[in-house]
């Protein structure tokens, strides 16, 4: 049974940088997706990367691409996602999820099976 832990989360200034983690216990099916998504009070989880565990191909949101990267680690024990020129429009509550084969829709929550607590990031202005 795959389980995720996430960490890392905190305030920070805009423009500053934070680094989540998402620790991974149980087996992973290197044939699917893992990613990041976030979410605010009353609005929809939104998908903001993925990354298919096999062979590292990696997408991301329109909001975050360019200052967001994301990323497997320790033997695909960890996904990271690395947090640039945070904005207050960032403000969240992060989730690591795993196992998708959403092939065409990597950021959409509805395909992912396994879900950590979140971690949340505030940008103050």
């Known amino acids: 049974q795959v389980q995720l832990l996430e960490s890392g989360g905190g305030s920070v200034p805009a423009g500053g940088s934070l680094r989540l983690s998402c620790e991974v216990s149980?087996?992973?099916?290197?044939?699917?997706?893992m990613a990041w998504f976030r979410q605010v009070p009353g609005k929809e989880r939104e998908g903001v990367a993925a990354?298919?565990?096999?062979?590292?191909?990696?997408g991301y949101a329109d909001a975050v691409n360019g200052r967001f990267a994301i990323s497997l680690l320790n033997d695909k024990r960890t996904l990271s996602l690395q947090m640039n020129s945070l904005k207050p429009e960032d403000t969240a509550m992060y989730y690591c999820?795993?196992?998708?084969?959403?092939?065409?829709?990597?950021?959409?929550?509805?395909?992912?099976?396994?879900w950590g607590q979140g971690t949340q990031v505030t940008v103050s202005s």
């Open positions: 999820a795993a196992q998708s084969r959403d092939w065409n829709h990597p950021l959409r929550s509805s395909g992912y099976r396994v």
């Open positions: 149980g087996d992973i099916d290197n044939d699917n997706y």
């Open positions: 990354i298919y565990v096999y062979t590292d191909t990696k």
